[in-house]
């Protein structure tokens, strides 16, 4: 692990601010993921900024009737939080299915959707990953791509994203708040948070530098049938091949995201449109341009098949 300076701040706005003022500075909160990614030096950070004094540990209700959610409140109690049972289950459902119970209590909600790919080319630093060292080129493309993504792809990169808890996110309309350096604050809905790779999959989401995420808000409940699905290797403590979110009302219409398939949670709303018309429907619309490799084309049968069982499941 290379050296770096470390900081502690008062509140958001400071912490922004140091951050835009400091060249490669990082916040660190949980440290789930990056502090993997620092003793691996995928990562090297000259400046830390632990903002886990900040005052962004709270779920509050909002006045039209949805969920405030800090950056800072840890997985464990965000999925335990009786609100969040009972009104947003799949996005409960969602955090249990992630990591380990011991994961959980230090992982916070900022952490969850900042967390990087799993590919393993990304991991090993003797290969090329345009998203370690832009312009290097993508192992995966041409080498073991099991785990990739089938959909949203670009030449310069297959990577999917790792999380369960963005997939419900993404499927509850969320909006991700953020404090820019110069003081000025931000609400991104989730649906324009994360970039598509293109040619410069390095770059992850719309979050500027220095930027910090303050919180996340939830609109008011949906109703309706509430099912995560996470389809993996083992039973527990390993990534999604797929998953499927979903939220099913009683005449049928809804919504659905999946995970494991993309390098973002994937949603398209003309598959939501399509859902009284059934499974394969909305299939063929969320993967109406999928391009697997050789690998990894298991995967369109298996989205196929989990989205059916969850749609049949919420219907039931």
Same mark, same amino acid.
């Given at each position: 692990?290379?050296?770096?300076?470390?900081?502690?701040?008062?509140?958001?706005?400071?912490?922004?601010?140091?951050?835009?003022?400091?060249?490669?500075?990082?916040?660190?909160?949980?440290?789930?993921?990056?502090?993997?990614?620092?003793?691996?030096?995928?990562?090297?950070?000259?400046?830390?900024?632990?903002?886990?004094?900040?005052?962004?540990?709270?779920?509050?209700?909002?006045?039209?009737?949805?969920?405030?959610?800090?950056?800072?409140?840890?997985?464990?109690?965000?999925?335990?939080?009786?609100?969040?049972?009972?009104?947003?289950?799949?996005?409960?459902?969602?955090?249990?299915?992630?990591?380990?119970?011991?994961?959980?209590?230090?992982?916070?909600?900022?952490?969850?959707?900042?967390?990087?790919?799993?590919?393993?080319?990304?991991?090993?630093?003797?290969?090329?990953?345009?998203?370690?060292?832009? =312009? +290097? @080129?993508?192992? /995966? %493309?041409? &080498?073991?791509?099991? *785990?990739?993504?089938?959909?949203?792809?670009?030449? #310069?990169?297959?990577?999917?994203?790792?999380?369960?808890?963005?997939?419900?996110?993404?499927?509850?309309?969320?909006?991700?708040?953020?404090?820019?350096?110069?003081?000025?604050?931000?609400?991104?809905?989730?649906?324009?948070?994360?970039?598509?790779?293109?040619?410069?999959?390095?770059?992850?989401?719309?979050?500027?530098?220095?930027?910090?995420?303050?919180?996340?808000?939830?609109?008011?409940?949906?109703?309706?049938?509430?099912?995560?699905?996470?389809?993996?290797?083992?039973?527990?403590?390993?990534?999604?091949?797929?998953?499927?979110?979903?939220?099913?009302?009683?005449? =049928? +219409? @809804?919504?659905? /995201? %999946?995970? &494991?398939?993309?390098? *973002?949670?994937?949603?398209?709303?003309?598959?939501? #449109?399509?859902?009284?018309?059934?499974?394969?429907?909305?299939?063929?619309?969320?993967?109406?341009?999928?391009?697997?490799?050789?690998?990894?084309?298991?995967?369109?049968?298996?989205?196929?098949?989990?989205?059916?069982?969850?749609?049949?499941?919420?219907?039931?």
């Amino acid at each position: 692990m290379k050296a770096f300076t470390y900081e502690r701040v008062n509140t958001p706005a400071e912490a922004a601010a140091s951050a835009g003022r400091t060249p490669h500075a990082k916040f660190i909160a949980g440290g789930t993921n990056l502090l993997d990614l620092m003793k691996l030096e995928i990562e090297a950070p000259l400046h830390l900024i632990d903002i886990n004094t900040l005052a962004l540990d709270k779920i509050e209700q909002t006045p039209e009737g949805g969920l405030r959610i800090g950056a800072l409140v840890r997985n464990t109690d965000l999925a335990a939080d009786e609100r969040v049972r009972r009104d947003y289950a799949v996005l409960s459902r969602a955090l249990l299915a992630g990591a380990s119970g011991q994961l959980r209590n230090q992982a916070t909600t900022a952490g969850n959707l900042l967390q990087r790919t799993r590919c393993p080319y990304f991991y090993d630093t003797n290969q090329p990953c345009n998203k370690r060292l832009p =312009g +290097s @080129g993508c192992a /995966a %493309l041409e &080498g073991f791509s099991r *785990q990739h993504a089938v959909v949203g792809t670009s030449k #310069a990169c297959i990577a999917t994203h790792p999380s369960d808890m963005a997939v419900a996110m993404r499927l509850l309309d969320a909006v991700v708040e953020t404090v820019r350096p110069d003081g000025q604050k931000r609400a991104i809905p989730i649906a324009q948070f994360y970039r598509a790779p293109g040619t410069t999959p390095h770059i992850e989401t719309d979050l500027a530098p220095g930027e910090l995420i303050t919180a996340v808000t939830l609109p008011a409940p949906l109703g309706g049938s509430h099912i995560y699905r996470k389809v993996r290797d083992r039973a527990s403590y390993a990534f999604a091949l797929v998953s499927v979110a979903a939220i099913v009302q009683q005449d =049928g +219409s @809804g919504r659905v /995201a %999946l995970g &494991g398939v993309a390098h *973002q949670p994937w949603r398209r709303e003309d598959a939501d #449109a399509a859902m009284a018309q059934g499974a394969q429907a909305v299939y063929d619309r969320l993967f109406a341009e999928a391009q697997p490799t050789h690998e990894n084309a298991f995967k369109l049968t298996l989205a196929k098949r989990t989205l059916a069982s969850v749609l049949a499941e919420a219907r039931a």
